[in-house]
């Protein structure tokens, strides 16, 4: 659920009304909940951008940046960038700074799926694991996850609330 409210928040933030040319980029490590997420947002699935990994699994920031060059060309809107802070699949954390700047430069919204890995910010030495993690205009943590929990729930942070309220608001 917080995924699909970010999404859906970065939607109405970052593109018009008629929606409809807008792009989301993520990678093929990207856990298959944002791509259902998106979906159920109202992307249509030629609009998502599944972006090949590096040996270690990680989104390079040289490819969005190509991807997100390309697609601009073409006449469509990118809005939206998936990171991943720990994928499920393999742990793999994403260039977060080398992307948050590829967002930055285009405008883009970037979500950071923390959901696995997040909570390591907190540890020592956490910082120099997930530099970059701060620059994200939302983020999922998942306490059941990172904290062990028994029971499953979810967390999202948005940078600018008045955002969220925008999207969600009535």
């Given amino acids: ?8 928040t970065a939607r109405r933030d970052r593109l018009p009304e008629d929606f409809r040319g807008g792009v989301m980029y993520l990678s093929e490590e990207t856990h298959h909940s944002l791509a ?3 979906l159920l947002a109202g ?26 060059s390309t697609d ?5 809107a ?12 393999t742990g793999a954390i994403d260039p977060l700074s080398g992307i ?24 020592p030495g956490g910082e120099t694991l997930l530099p970059g993690l701060e620059r994200a205009d ?3 943590l998942d306490p059941h996850k990172g904290l062990f929990l028994p029971y499953g729930t979810g ?10 309220s925008r999207a969600h608001g009535l």
């Fill in 138 to 140: 939302s983020l999922t």
């Fill in 1 to 8: 659920m917080s995924n699909l409210i970010a999404i859906a």
């Fill in 100 to 123: 948050a700047d590829v967002c930055q430069r285009h405008g883009l919204w970037l979500h950071v799926d923390a959901a696995y890995g997040g909570f390591f910010r907190l540890a």
């Fill in 43 to 68: 992307l249509a699935e030629d609009r998502l951008r599944r972006l090949p990994v590096d040996a270690r699994c990680r989104l390079e920031p040289e490819a969005l940046e190509a991807a997100v």
């Fill in 72 to 76: 601009r060309a073409r006449g469509l």
């Fill in 78 to 89: 990118p809005f939206l960038v998936i990171a991943n802070a720990g994928t499920t699949n």
């Fill in 155 to 164: 967390c999202l942070l948005v940078r600018d609330p008045e955002a969220l």
């Fill in 36 to 38: 259902k997420a998106a």
